[in-house]
Every structure is written in structure tokens, then in C-alpha cells.
């Protein structure tokens, strides 16, 4: 179910207000469960066995570690939690694309292998690594197992976050479905107000750039340099305004419901290095990377040849975890060797410079990097850039909708940098948060693209 | 206590004001961007529903523009000049569907525009009258071409001209067209602003095919529904277009019937086109063009085709389909596409009058 659509407000609604009937935990960790699965069977009723075997292994897994006695025992059950979520993670994911790579290697020798039919399961990508963020967290100690199977397949099927994030780790979400929230109306306002805000980024901003990115980045070759240089920037938006919006929405709903997730975003654009780039993008996926990959592969203490290997390494498989194709390989690898220059020139003067520079070559490098993530193929990619290289003729095209979007896009970053930032969380007492809720909602019912957009994230 | 009752009350009072306010600001900015509603009348001349006459009727989805809607609703025809039934002034009757009435255009740019002056171009006087409207065939171009030309107050007309964007639109079974006036949304049209009753409409409507919302609580997946995918074999294929073709013909001969004015077709396909990234230059299907064009002759009636224009417009970088406000190659067709459409008539019309002229003098 698409946080978008009209069935999601009104199953919402009934949760919502089913769950503050209820008074002692187990009966509200209940609803929500079923709620959560069904908001997945939503989708396709037959991946939930999926999302329950995952459940049952890692509740499974994650008491047993912590009931063993000897470390091999610890690392028998841990092998056992990695491998049905990696396994099935590889499965579903990577296996049509490992099939294609081969198939387009042993080609030229005669071998043919086919594909084969397989559906990915939405939010597979996101509840995998909140499994095994849990189980690794209990073999290391720093977690708790959880004794309640309803608490912790809760935990894992939490509607909001279930299918596109934000990361949430088991310390920060199990703690609270150990208690009944307290009901709060300024912290119900508050959810509202970041649920509308997400719908916002989501349907007017980030829909109306993505009718004008798709069509151009379907021929890129047909539309002028113009045209296309003004995809890229409104592909940057989109993607930003679609995954941010989601995580509003998601962070707002489960506000409303008592429960608070980590922030996702923290205005990435406005970020003067790619090292900072990536501590305001996709917070909780960098956070899990760092903990769970750079970390344990040696992070920086293994000297700076190794330190620039773990880095290409992390951010190449970050890459791979956003989509199965080799695209996505070369986005990963494009950051990576781009934190490891940095690292290498953090000292001398480059990053030292005006601030404007460091934030435009930052911003190019995030560009080109998007480039990369939006293509299909190199194919593509060679397209694209010969358009913004100028070398060919084509179609002018200037979306007026685009426009205005691109400019509301501005205005936010613009408010939030000036002074007036705090005008932007809309406290309920004043007269001027009536009015942009007012005018919010109407133009989410005026200005809503015709027609039914998935979130990007959700391919992921 | 008392004091954050007041505050509540306060509180309470700010979010009612700034509601009204917000509704305001945005009823007042909706005009930029929200297409207006009109109430339809029936007009006795045409037999025909058309958009209330002398409003103006606003498009923002694609393209920028305000029709006024002129007499006997003619969409952007605000006039008819004074002189229109003298000896030396020609009438046309412009018939069409959407592409035709040009709403998403200024009326200066609509067809009827372009055609009237590339006449006027070739020191011709000549009065378009637009009498296409948005989702008709030939079945109401047929009849509404019987009531307007017996109708009084309607110059005698010279010519039908048809623009042709699909031939499907004279495929259609022959039936008399009935048309009813919804009053719930002529009421709406008439006393309500456009932002409310386009607000209602999609709250209430599926975006993408307009009818009323149908919601699914089921758990998924969905069902694919419609037909299994069946190849067709090619006998099947020839008798099909045989039934096209017949059905075209039918309707052809009903036009023929029911005018003895003289009848053009403007051949002007949907291409090029841009679809997924890849530009469709025209009608995969030439065969059938050429064969529609064959019994349109038969039957008297003369077919411009301005596919090749059209194409290489396209080819020198200027798309006669799209706005920025749309997309280029798709959707209806922009000034450019219009006027190169009327010069190509125009030329054409001129060249072929000059001929019969000649072959004429020649025959005394």
C-alpha cells in the first residue's frame, strides 16, 4: 500500500484511532502487527511468508545467541541470521542480475543461460538490514534480545518504515514498543504537520519534476543541452524530494502513533564535501553502512591505503544494494573514489577554499553521481552527457511546472538557511501555520499529478 | 485554567481565520493554474451541446489559453465579420475533434485562425466557422452538418473542412447522436469557482480514466485482468481491416448524402511522435491511409495529407505537436502545428481551384 493513495488514509485513519482505544501493549503491538502485514498483503499477501521466516530466524537467532555459551556457538547462529537474509536478499535481488552479467560474458563462447522469473519483493532491501543489524547488535552485546515475538516481528513489519525506511535499528525502536505511548496532541500535531509536509515534497514537488525527468531521460539524445542540464538538476530534486518525502511521511506517521523513528535527511544539498554529502543523505543507510561494513572491514585504522579500500569497498556494495544493475555499481564506485580523493586531500588546500566552490564542485559531483544513478545503461550515460556537453541539437523544453517546482524546491532550502527556519515546523498557535496547512492541503488536492507515481525508493 | 481556555479559544479562532485566508489565496491564484468549467447549452442551430456562448473558457493542462466562446459555440470565434455572405467571401465549416477546436491554443492560433489568414495571404476572403468540438465523430459532424445547414442565421457554407487526426473517427458505427446535459455538473459549472469543482473531481475521480473511484481493500496481488494476449493470424488481421474500411466507406457515402457542399478531409495523422524516447515519424500502417484516401475519392471528397509537412517540421528541430506545459511530440497540436497545417490547405485548395479553373476555360 503507497502512502499516496486513498485506501492508505483511510486504513490509517481506522488504525489510528483504533490504536489509542487501546490500553495495555500487548493489545496495541497486536493491532499494529496486523495492521503492518496487511499493509504488505497489500501488495502481495505471498511475501509475507517471507517477511515471517526472516522474523522467526533472527527472534530465533538473536535468543539463541544470546543464550549460547561458547563463541562458536554465538557464531553458528549469527552465520545461520546472515545467511537466510543475505541469501534471500541475494535471491530475490541480485540473482537475475549475476544471471545477466554471465549471460553477457559467456555469450561471445557459446553459452546461453536464461533468467529467471523472479518478483523483489518491495521493501526487501530495507527490512533485511534491520534484521541483521539486530542480530549483529546481540552478538556483539550491545543488544538485549527481545522476549516478545510480537514486539520484535512488529519491530521488523512496522508499517511506516517497512518498505522504504528510514533504517530504524532495533535499540531505538524495540525500547519503545515496550510501552504504551502516552498520548501527546502536540506531538500528534507535530506528526501531522511532517506527514503533510512529506506528502508535499512527495506529490508537488517531487511527481511534477519526475513527469519532466522521465520523458527526457527516455531519449536524452532527442532534447538540447538546455533541456537536459535542467533534467539532471530536477532529477537531483526528485530524488531528494521523493525520499525525503517518504521519510517525513514515515517519521510523521509514527509520531502520530506515539513511536519516534531517527531523521533520514538533513538538507544534503546544501553539504561543502561529499564526506558531508553522505552524513546528510539517507542518514540511517550511511549510519548502517558505516557500522556494519566500514567498520568491521577495518574503517580508518588500518592505514590510508587500506582506509581508501574499505571506503571504494562499502560505498561499491552501497551502491549494489540501491538496484541490481551495473549502473548502480558504477554510482557506489564513483562516491567511493570520490571520498577516498578527499580523504587523501583533506589536509591541503582544495577543501579549503571558498565556500561557494567547495559547495559547487560537491554539487557536480553529486550530479554526475545521479547521472549515473538514473541511467539504464552506459549507453544512456554517454547520451546524457553528450547532450550536456553541448554536442548535439534538440528539442527546448521548459516545463513550466518543473519550474515552479525547482523554485519551491529553492525557497525551502532558502528558509531553512535564513533566519525564519523555525517558522517552517508550523507551531500550532499561530495564525500563519492555519494558513499554510490550509493552503497545503488544497493544493495537494488542486495540484496532485492525475494519476498514480510509486515512490522511487520503492524499486529499491 | 481559565487562562488556557482562552489561549485554546485563541488558538481556535487563528486556525478558522487562517483556514478562510488560505482557502482565499488559493481561490484567487487557482486561475493560473486551474482550467475553468462552463455550463453547456443546447444550440438549436447545430442541435448540438456547446460550451456556454460569451464565456471564456480557460486551459492551463496543456498549452496556455482562453477561448471565447463565440455564436452558435463556436470555441474562439468571437466575431463573424459583416462581410462574410458577400459574393466575393467564401464560408467554411471547420469539423474536427479536439485537435480541431484548439483549446489549449490562443484564438488567434486555433486552425480556424491560421486558415482565415493564410486565405487572406492569397487575397482570398474567407470565413472559418469552428464547429469542431472535443470528442466528436463523424456521427455528430454528419448530423450537425444536416441542422446547420438548414438552419437560419448560419451562413451558407461553402465548404466542410474535417481534420482528420484519427481515422477511427469515421469508423464508428452510423447512429444519430444523443446527447444529454448533465445538470449536477452545469450547476456546478455555473455557481461554484473552477478550483472547487476541479477539487471535487479529483477527489472523487480516477485520474486515469475519469470515473468515479473504486477503492480495493483486498490484499494484492492484483488480478491482471482483460483479455489473454491471443496472436492474431493474418487472414484475421485483412478481414479486420476490411470491416474498417467498409465502415469508413459506409460513413462516407452517409456524409455524401447528407451534403451537396463539397468536402474536404485533412489527412493529418498523430505523427511523429515521441514515445518512450523514440520518435515514431508516422502511421505504421501506410496501407491504410492510402486505401482510406482511395474511397474518400470514390466518393467525391478530396484528401489533403500533410503527414510529410508535419514530419519535416519535426526533423528541423520545430514539433507541431506539444507545449512546454505538456510534452513535445504527444498531445494536441501547438500554433506551429495549426498554421502549418492552414498553409498546406491553403495551398493546396488555391492550386486545385486555379486547376479546375483552367480545366474549366479549357472545356468552353
Redesign the interface.
Known amino acids: 500500500m503507497q502512502f499516496t493513495i ?2 492508505f488514509f ?2 490509517f485513519a481506522v488504525v489510528l484511532v483504533a490504536v489509542w482505544q487501546l490500553r495495555t501493549r500487548l493489545q496495541r503491538n497486536v493491532l499494529l502487527l496486523v495492521a503492518s502485514y ?1 499493509f504488505y ?6 511475501f509475507c511468508g517471507l517477511l515471517l521466516l526472516s522474523t522467526i530466524v533472527d527472534f530465533v537467532a538473536g535468543r539463541q545467541i544470546e543464550l549460547a555459551t561458547s563463541q562458536q556457538q554465538r557464531r553458528r547462529w549469527l552465520a545461520l541470521s546472515l545467511c537466510v537474509n543475505l541469501g534471500s536478499l541475494g535471491f530475490f535481488k541480485y540473482c537475475n542480475f549475476f544471471i545477466e552479467s554471465a549471460q553477457a560474458l559467456l555469450a561471445p563462447i557459446g553459452f546461453d543461460v536464461s533468467t529467471l522469473e523472479i518478483v523483489l519483493p518491495v521493501g526487501i532491501s530495507f527490512y533485511t538490514f534491520q534484521t541483521l543489524s539486530y542480530t549483529i547488535d546481540i552478538y556483539r552485546g550491545k543488544l538485549r534480545a527481545s522476549d516478545s515475538l510480537v514486539d520484535f516481528a512488529l519491530y521488523v513489519a512496522f508499517f511506516p518504515q517497512l518498505v522504504a525506511g528510514p533504517i530504524v535499528r532495533a535499540a531505538e525502536l524495540l525500547p519503545q514498543l515496550a510501552v504504551v505511548p502516552a498520548w501527546s496532541s502536540r506531538r500528534a500535531y507535530g506528526g501531522f504537520q511532517t506527514v503533510l509536509r512529506g506528502l508535499v515534497k512527495k506529490v508537488l514537488i517531487a511527481d511534477r519534476l519526475g513527469e519532466f525527468v522521465d ?1 527526457v ?4 539524445d ?1 532534447y538540447s543541452g538546455a533541456t537536459v542540464w535542467l533534467a539532471v538538476i530536477a532529477y537531483a530534486g526528485q530524488i531528494y524530494y521523493d525520499f525525503s518525502g517518504y521519510s517525513d511521511i514515515a517519521i510523521g506517521l509514527a509520531k502520530l502513533l506515539g513511536y519516534r523513528f531517527p531523521k533520514n535527511f538533513r538538507h544534503p544539498y546544501l553539504a561543502l564535501s561529499p564526506a558531508q554529502f553522505w552524513r546528510r543523505w539517507h542518514m540511517t543507510l550511511s549510519r548502517w553502512l558505516r557500522d556494519y561494513l566500514y567498520i568491521p572491514l577495518g574503517g580508518n585504522r588500518m592505514g590510508e591505503r587500506r582506509t581508501s579500500l574499505n571506503l571504494l569497498a562499502t560505498m561499491t556494495l552501497g551502491g549494489l544494494w540501491h538496484g541490481a544493475a551495473w549502473t548502480f555499481v558504477l554510482w557506489g564506485v564513483w562516491h567511493g573514489m570520490v571520498l577516498c580523493v578527499e580523504r587523501s586531500f583533506a589536509s591541503h588546500t582544495p577543501w579549503r577554499v571558498w565556500r561557494s566552490i567547495r559547495w559547487a564542485s560537491t554539487m557536480g559531483i553529486v550530479m554526475f553521481g545521479w547521472i549515473l544513478f538514473r541511467c539504464d545503461s552506459l549507453k544512456q550515460v554517454a547520451e546524457v552527457l553528450g547532450q550536456l556537453a553541448f554536442l548535439h ?3 527546448l ?5 518543473a519550474l515552479v517546482a525547482m523554485a519551491l524546491m529553492l525557497a525551502e532550502y532558502a528558509v531553512w538557511m535564513s533566519r525564519y527556519r523555525l517558522m517552517m515546523r508550523l507551531p ?12 497545503m492541503i ?2 495537494l ?8 507515481t510509486p515512490f522511487v525508493y520503492f524499486q529499491f | 485554567m481559565q487562562q488556557s481556555r482562552l ?1 485554546s479559544r ?2 481556535v479562532a ?6 478562510i ?3 482565499l ?2 481561490l484567487l491564484t ?1 486561475p493560473l ?2 482550467r475553468s468549467y462552463l455550463p453547456r447549452e443546447v444550440d438549436s442551430h447545430r442541435d448540438a451541446i456547446v460550451l456556454q456562448v460569451g464565456a471564456g473558457y480557460r486551459w492551463r493542462s496543456e498549452g496556455y489559453a482562453t477561448t471565447i466562446i463565440g455564436r452558435w459555440g463556436m470555441p474562439g470565434k468571437s466575431y463573424l465579420p459583416a462581410n462574410h455572405a458577400s459574393e466575393n467571401s467564401r464560408v467554411i465549416a471547420l469539423w474536427g475533434d479536439s485537435q480541431a477546436e484548439g483549446v489549449c491554443v490562443d484564438d488567434r492560433e486555433k486552425l480556424f485562425a491560421c486558415l482565415e489568414r493564410a486565405y487572406a495571404k492569397a487575397d482570398e476572403q474567407v470565413t472559418v466557422l469552428p464547429f469542431a468540438r472535443s470528442g466528436d465523430d463523424c456521427n455528430d459532424w454528419i448530423h450537425q452538418i444536416k441542422t446547420v445547414e438548414s438552419a437560419q442565421g448560419i451562413p451558407e457554407i461553402d465548404m466542410h473542412l474535417f481534420l482528420v487526426s484519427e481515422w477511427e473517427d469515421w469508423s464508428v458505427a452510423a447512429k444519430t447522436p444523443s446527447e444529454v446535459i448533465d445538470p449536477r455538473l452545469n450547476w456546478a459549472s455555473a455557481n461554484l469557482p473552477a ?1 472547487f469543482v ?2 471535487a473531481r ?2 472523487l475521480t480516477d ?2 480514466t475519469d470515473n468515479f ?1 473504486k ?3 483486498s ?3 492484483i488480478a491482471k485482468s482483460g483479455k489473454p494476449n491471443t496472436v492474431v493470424g493474418q487472414d484475421s488481421l485483412a478481414s479486420q481491416e476490411a470491416e474498417f474500411q467498409q465502415a469508413v466507406a459506409k460513413q462516407f457515402e452517409r456524409l455524401c448524402k447528407a451534403t451537396d457542399v463539397p468536402c474536404v478531409m485533412i489527412d493529418a495523422p498523430l505523427f511523429p511522435t ?1 514515445t ?4 515514431v515519424w508516422g502511421p505504421t500502417d501506410e496501407r491504410r491511409s492510402s486505401a482510406i484516401h482511395r474511397l474518400a475519392e470514390r466518393n467525391g471528397l478530396t484528401v489533403i495529407n500533410v503527414n510529410n509537412s508535419l514530419q519535416k517540421a519535426a526533423m528541423n ?1 520545430r ?1 507541431p505537436r506539444g507545449f ?2 505538456g ?3 504527444e498531445g494536441h497540436y501547438n500554433g506551429f502545428g495549426n498554421e502549418l497545417i492552414a498553409n498546406q490547405v491553403v495551398e493546396v485548395l488555391t492550386q486545385k481551384s486555379e486547376a479546375d479553373q483552367q480545366t474549366g476555360r479549357r472545356g468552353d
Not at chain 2, 14 to 19: A, D, E, L, T, Y
Open positions: 486513498t485506501e483511510i486504513f496487511y498483503a497489500y501488495w502481495d499477501y505471498r520523458v531521460f527516455a531519449g536524452p532527442l541539437t534538440g528539442i523544453w521548459l516545463p513550466p511546472l500550532a498557535d499561530r495564525f500563519y501555520s492555519a494558513v499554510a496547512t490550509t493552503v488544497w493544493c488536492i488542486l495540484y496532485a499529478p492525475r494519476g498514480f | 489561549i485563541k488558538i487563528r486556525w478558522i481565520c487562517g483556514s485566508v488560505g482557502t489565496l488559493v487557482s493554474f486551474v478550483a476541479q477539487a479529483n477527489v485520474g486515469q473511484r477503492l480495493r481493500f490484499v494484492g496481488p515521441i518512450n524516447g523514440i520518435v528541430g514539433w512546454h506545459n510534452r513535445f511530440g
